[in-house]
């Protein structure tokens, strides 16, 4: 069963410069229980993609156009309390730096209680107690260690933490953004593996955001390539991995490391990202991309539909 449909997706930012084109006519569905990556590189649209859908853009952001349909409610349309409701009891989030979005001056059980009180005002100190020790137990933190503060808990901690008070509140969607920044490969990779226990056990669905191709196949179902504020390729991790079509991705799925010294070296990019205050006419990765015609500069492509799950932005399919 779709649980987010999200349909013609464009959000804009006003800057000084004039108004900037983060995520232009993007689309997908997630289903109950899979999980989604974003991928690509720094300012492509990932992290806005995840902010529109929480309801949570800065003051100078906005979309502009098309719907976020979540359990056939259209998210863009609701007001900000009926949002607030959604937001962390249906929808919850791990935001980028989540090791430094704990309050130095609380102990860490403290604020796991205080996201579940704001939601539950309600609820008994006896409740509220399992809650939190079950939630602990979940992210598989020793209960001798609730009491502690931040800064006695290393950074696995602190982002095991984090993801305890995102799963507060039983949450039927979890966006993860960059959730294993800066922490070393055996931490991530510890941390990657939890999130896909905990998505089992809970049943809930992920929408995962990375830079990072390899961290985002490890756990995701389905991936979604951006690039410049677009989607584009969009398939099942097997159809990406397997039979990628857009050059973009090419490059990415070259750009990994492997134990395979067979491997060919990464290939090489030139020319520059498009300007998303003014985009161009025509394939918005024209200047970098080692297989573009001469028609690509001015003509926008079309989707290519490999399969029902596999598409991709780009007209060049061999």
């Not at 084109?21 to 993007?26: K, L, P, R, T």
């Not at 609701?78 to 937001?87: G, H, T």
């Not at 796991?112 to 809650?131: F, M, Y």
């Not at 503060?149 to 979890?174: D, E, T």
Request: with cysteine; glycine share 6%; proline share 6%.
């Amino acid at each position: 069963m779709t649980l987010i449909s999200v349909e013609n997706l464009c959000v804009s930012y006003q800057t000084k410069n004039g108004v900037l084109n983060a995520v232009d006519d993007i689309s997908f569905l997630l289903e109950e229980g899979r999980s989604l990556g974003f991928v690509g590189e720094s300012g492509c649209g990932k992290t806005t993609v995840g902010m529109a859908l929480m309801g949570l853009l800065p003051e100078n952001g906005a979309v502009t156009q098309g719907r976020i349909l979540y359990q056939d409610r259209d998210l863009i349309q609701l007001s900000d309390e009926a949002m607030r409701e959604i937001r962390w009891n249906e929808i919850a989030m791990i935001f980028q730096a989540a090791m430094n979005a704990l309050n130095p001056v609380h102990r860490v059980h403290e604020q796991v209680r205080e996201a579940i009180v704001t939601h539950q005002p309600g609820i008994s100190k006896e409740d509220l107690n399992r809650q939190v020790q079950a939630l602990f137990d979940l992210v598989e933190i020793p209960r001798d260690r609730m009491q502690d503060f931040p800064h006695q808990f290393s950074g696995g901690m602190k982002q095991r933490a984090v993801i305890a008070m995102a799963l507060a509140c039983s949450p039927k969607l979890v966006i993860a953004d960059e959730p294993t920044t800066a922490l070393d490969v055996i931490v991530q990779d510890q941390i990657l593996q939890e999130i896909k226990i905990i998505q089992n056990r809970m049943n809930i669905s992920v929408i995962f955001i990375s830079h990072d191709i390899a961290v985002v196949a490890d756990v995701c179902h389905d991936i979604a390539v951006m690039y410049a504020g677009q989607i584009v390729e969009f398939g099942s991790r097997e159809e990406v991995f397997n039979t990628p079509i857009h050059p973009y991705t090419k490059l990415l799925l070259s750009s990994y490391l492997t134990l395979d010294g067979d491997k060919p070296a990464p290939l090489a990019v030139s020319g520059r990202a498009p300007n998303l205050i003014n985009p161009p006419s025509g394939c918005r990765f024209y200047e970098q991309c080692p297989h573009a015609s001469p028609a690509c500069e001015n003509r926008a492509p079309e989707y290519h539909q490999a399969t029902p799950t596999h598409r991709a932005l780009c007209d060049i399919t061999e």
